[in-house]
């Protein structure tokens, strides 16, 4: 099954930004445990390659490992070379689009606009994160009605009480941050057992 594929039938990114490079595996572990089987590593974490290497060593049999906020095709190759197989921007950079699909990992920019989103979608993104996702469901069912050939995935302000209405209004996936993984607790085995749980519960939202 390749990465797009994975992405789609699995649905749910947990984004993990801020993490001390000596927890990331055991977070990863904790979200695979709950049933996420996608995990976004932030590049603006301390050692942010070096954790990306050291989880898909870990997890890339049974976890999708890629990089967030990219914001250059350098920092993309460098990502995909330590083991991303996924990219995503909190903008649209033409340049990071054509990067990441070279090296034939999955392309997810961040666009706001429906110009945006077109636009990058026609530069060859395969998914397009609409960012911030806290202008709500409503405005990601304004944005699919016309451009429902377009795969569309909110980020930002997902949680457990909005994403089946999220769902409902045309989402293809979901990209879940400190409502899921927040990396300013201590992160113990009373934190990575609630992890688990959290990632249970949103893993069943998305399935009821």
Request: glycine share 10%.
């Amino acid at each position: 099954m390749n990465t797009l594929t994975q992405i789609l039938n699995h649905k749910i990114i947990s984004i993990v930004r801020g993490a001390k490079p000596e927890d990331i595996v055991k977070i990863a572990k904790a979200l695979r445990d709950g049933g996420i089987r996608l995990i976004e590593i932030t590049l603006n974490s301390p050692n942010a390659l070096q954790s990306i290497e050291r989880v898909s060593q870990a997890v890339g049999n049974e976890m999708v490992v890629g990089a967030g906020t990219v914001l250059d095709p350098e920092t993309a190759r460098a990502a995909i070379l330590a083991g991303a197989k996924f990219i995503l921007s909190p903008t649209v950079n033409i340049e990071t689009i054509k990067m990441t699909k070279r090296y034939g990992a999955v392309s997810i920019p961040g666009a706001f606009t429906p110009t945006e989103i077109l636009t990058a979608y026609e530069y060859g993104a395969d998914i397009i994160k609409v960012f911030p996702g806290s202008m709500g469901s409503s405005y990601l069912q304004d944005i699919h009605g016309p451009l429902s050939h377009i795969p569309l995935l909110p980020t930002g302000g997902i949680t457990l009480a909005n994403i089946g209405e999220f769902q409902k209004a045309g989402a293809i996936g979901f990209g879940i941050g400190s409502s899921l993984v927040d990396t300013k607790q201590e992160v113990n085995e009373e934190y990575l057992k609630a992890l688990t749980q959290k990632a249970e519960s949103f893993v069943s939202a998305i399935r009821s």
